[in-house]
């Protein structure tokens, strides 16, 4: 346990302050991104390749602009709370604990970025031009600037989501709940699952599903092996700690 102990008073003061200093970041950040609004919509549009877009009710481009404000206040705070999150459960871990949470927390953001550029990249536009050339002739393709802002969001967040994956079968192995026989057992479920998953996650197109599920399941593949080789750093550290408590207990 931590070195520092608090009382239940104290701990909700702590808990408080976190998060009051969270809060007021968010907001911060949120009324900072309003006023790049006209920059950050041309980075939304952009994987929509001179499409244009329009809004059909009074309310909803203002709906709009402060949809994105807010989700991009929380982006942008996200270290800062992240790091409250931090600062606030470490007196109660040990340094193991601590290790892994810190390890979480930063790999977490790595992937999440990462689930996000790909999609932003190379799904958005594939999806969008599929969508664009299944058109009708005599029907021309108009979008709503609030309904295309969903897709967006949702394929993104669900890029960035799921990409957890790695991460959290890594830091399940390295507790040694799951293992390398396990994972390959459960293959196929688990493949099942990540369909199943991608289908509740993205928009209702196969497109943005397929691609989606793809790279996941390459990424369960690469879960497997990264467990693999955390098993096999493990079992040789819990060996290299046994034969030194029996040259210990032999030299006694």
């Known amino acids: 346990m931590g070195d520092v102990q608090l009382s239940f008073v104290e701990h909700l003061e702590e808990l408080r302050r976190r998060l009051f200093v969270s809060a007021l970041v968010v907001v911060v950040a949120t009324i900072g991104s309003y006023f790049f609004i006209d920059f950050i919509i041309a980075l939304i549009e952009a994987p929509a390749r001179g499409l244009d877009f329009i809004y059909i009710s009074p309310p909803e481009l203002f709906v709009a602009y402060m949809r994105i404000a807010v989700i991009c206040g929380l982006a942008i705070s996200s270290p800062v709370v992240l790091y409250q999150f931090w600062k606030f459960v470490k007196p109660a871990l040990n340094k193991r604990e601590q290790r892994y949470l810190l390890f979480a927390l930063y790999m977490g953001v790595v992937f999440f ?31 709503s600037f609030a309904y295309y802002l969903g897709f967006v969001t949702s394929v993104l967040l669900a890029f960035g989501v799921v990409y957890q994956l790695p991460l959290f079968v890594v830091l399940l192995g390295s507790l040694g709940l799951v293992s390398p026989p396990f994972l390959r057992k459960h293959r196929k479920l688990v493949l099942l699952g990540i369909v199943v998953l991608s289908a509740f996650l993205t928009p209702p197109d196969v497109v943005s599903q397929v ?25 040789k550290k819990e060996q290299e700690e046994e034969l030194e ?6 030299s006694d």
């Open 113 to 143: 970025a990462i689930g996000v550029s790909f999609a932003y990249v190379m799904v958005l536009p594939l999806a969008l031009e599929f969508f664009v050339r299944i058109a009708a002739p005599g029907i021309e393709p108009l979008f």
């Open 211 to 235: 691609m989606l599920s793809g790279p996941i399941m390459l990424l369960y593949e690469l879960s497997i092996l990264l467990t693999v080789l955390i098993t096999r750093k493990r079992r």
């Open 245 to 250: 408590y029996i040259d210990t207990d032999t």
